[in-house]
């Protein structure tokens, strides 16, 4: 599996735009580049996927080069709401259902 | 559908003791996935069932752990004896490999060993 890199906390105001960079050097061919989100006292929740270019949501949008050794989650206007750890997973559901391996996160912080 | 139901959400137990925490999936999901999340090994895969069949436990950390998916509807998983350093919060998700890239976590199990 591959392994991911990411920043250990990220401090930003409401209404900027946040941006995550995640590296995976090690990708394979067949995997996916998802993005969880989980608040204090719950359990993660699914942003966003991507294989490759960009993908847009209600949520957030994922830059992926052309290699792919690396990805951005770009988050909109943060608001207070938006503090919370961001993990990028590497391989996952579509891979014959393959493991959903967790690194150590990104701890955002918005602040007013 | 109600998303991923565990419990107990808080369980408060003296070392040595079973424990067992419970899962039900939601419905139609084919795949189960148990978590345990602490702060210093942040959130870790113990175990996962694809169609009620354990596929890989080799983040199960001792044999004093088991899990068991009897039907598609429930899960456990059990900690016998349990100790202090079991104390975490377990996180049980699901999902339809093929249909969605998501995961749905529950809301957890506060186990505290003392």
């Known amino acids: 599996l591959a392994k991911t890199t990411q920043p250990i906390s990220m401090d930003s105001y409401e209404g900027q735009e946040v941006n995550i960079t995640c590296s995976h050097n090690?990708?394979?061919?067949?995997?996916?580049i998802t993005w969880y989100q989980q608040f204090p006292s719950q359990g993660p929740r699914f942003i966003i996927q991507?294989?490759?270019t960009k993908v847009t949501n209600e949520v957030a949008s994922l830059f992926i080069p052309a290699d792919r050794k690396s990805s951005t989650l770009s988050l909109p206007r943060v608001s207070l709401s938006d503090t919370a750890v961001y993990y990028c997973l590497v391989g996952g559901l579509y891979n014959q259902g393959g493991k959903l391996i967790f690194g150590q996160g990104t701890e955002l912080s918005v602040k007013p | 559908d109600a998303g991923v139901i565990q419990s107990p959400r808080h369980e408060v137990t003296e070392m040595g003791q079973e424990v067992t925490l419970r899962c039900k999936p939601i419905s139609g999901h084919d795949y189960l996935f148990w978590y345990r999340q602490t702060m210093m090994r942040g959130l870790e895969l113990l175990i996962y069932?694809?169609?009620?069949?354990?596929?890989?436990d080799s983040g199960m950390p001792e044999d004093r752990f088991s899990a068991k998916m009897p039907n598609a509807s429930f899960s456990t998983l059990k900690i016998q004896p349990s100790e202090p350093r079991d104390s975490a919060v377990y996180f049980c998700?699901?999902?339809?490999?093929?249909?969605?890239?998501?995961?749905?976590f529950g809301q957890g199990t506060r186990l505290t060993v003392v």
């Open positions: 998700a699901s999902s339809l490999v093929g249909s969605t890239p998501e995961a749905f």
């Open positions: 090690n990708i394979a061919t067949n995997d996916y």
């Open positions: 991507g294989y490759k």
């Open positions: 069932f694809n169609n009620n069949v354990p596929i890989d």
